[in-house]
T-cell receptor, first 115, second 115 residues
Framework: AQSVAQPEDQVNVAEGNPLTVKCTYS??????LFWYVQYPNRGLQFLLK??????LVKGSYGFEAEFNKSQTSFHLKKPSALVSDSALYFC?????????????FGQGTTLQVKP | EAGVTQFPSHSVIEKGQTVTLRCDPI?????LYWYRRVMGKEIKFLLH????????ESGMPNNRFLAERTGGTYSTLKVQPAELEDSGVYFC?????????????FGEGSRLTVL
């Protein structure tokens, strides 16, 4: 069965410091991996995706993520956090065995960036 | 271009009552998805429409939930009768294609509270 795990309910980081939000996945075959962000009272917004190619993918707002096949991970990173990055982050996977394109989401990680 | 819109943003009903949620996808998007997030857990897939046809409804929890997309435009999700465990945030998403590499565009969600 396909699944996504985000082991941390909350990540706290000081503004200006690097941040990492962790994600591991389990899927049959090669995965398609996504990160979405939800700001307060807003819908989910697409940040970035890994389909194929370079393991380091860059996305919106200075975020990037590294695909690691051997560790089945897709951690979200940013070199220097901003207070405005505080939000709820979701990792998601779509497996090749899926015939509908539906996404499997993790439980979400709240990122709190303090000034 | 207008985004995905959902109505109502918040609904509070008594157990046993009926609620209908509406989603207007982005114009031209044939694919429409319903997801829900219960009690701060992961976002779970409910079903996927391609135009007016149900492509995948494997995530629908039981027969108290009925989704429709007449004419392939907007969609409704009816819960009848509502139970306490139905409380959560219901998200609608749309995409132009159902391909595995594309991202979904989400609405802001409809929060359902069943008392």
């Amino acid at each position: 069965a396909q699944s996504v795990a985000q082991p941390e309910d909350q990540v706290n980081v000081a503004e200006g410091n690097p941040l990492t939000v962790k994600c591991t996945y389990s899927v049959s075959g090669n995965p398609y991996l996504f990160w979405y962000v939800q700001y307060p009272n807003r819908g989910l917004q697409f940040l970035l995706k890994y389909i194929t190619g370079d393991n380091l993918v860059k996305g919106s707002y200075g975020f990037e993520a590294e695909f690691n096949k051997s560790q089945t991970s897709f951690h979200l990173k940013k070199p220097s956090a901003l207070v405005s990055d505080s939000a709820l982050y979701f990792c998601a996977v779509r497996g090749l065995s899926s015939n509908t394109g539906k996404l499997i989401f993790g439980q979400g990680t709240t990122l709190q960036v303090k000034p | 271009e207008a985004g995905v819109t959902q109505f109502p943003s918040h609904s509070v009903i008594e157990k046993g009552q009926t609620v209908t949620l509406r989603c207007d996808p982005i114009s031209g998007h044939d694919n429409l998805y319903w997801y829900r997030r219960v009690m701060g857990k992961e976002i779970k897939f409910l079903l996927h429409f391609v135009k007016e046809s149900k492509q995948d409804e494997s995530g629908m929890p039981n027969n108290r939930f009925l989704a429709e997309r007449t004419g392939g435009t907007y969609s409704t999700l009816k819960v009848q009768p509502a139970e306490l465990e139905d409380s959560g945030v219901y998200f609608c998403a749309s995409s132009r294609t159902s391909g595995y590499t594309g991202e979904l565009f989400f609405g802001e969600g409809s929060r359902l509270t069943v008392l």
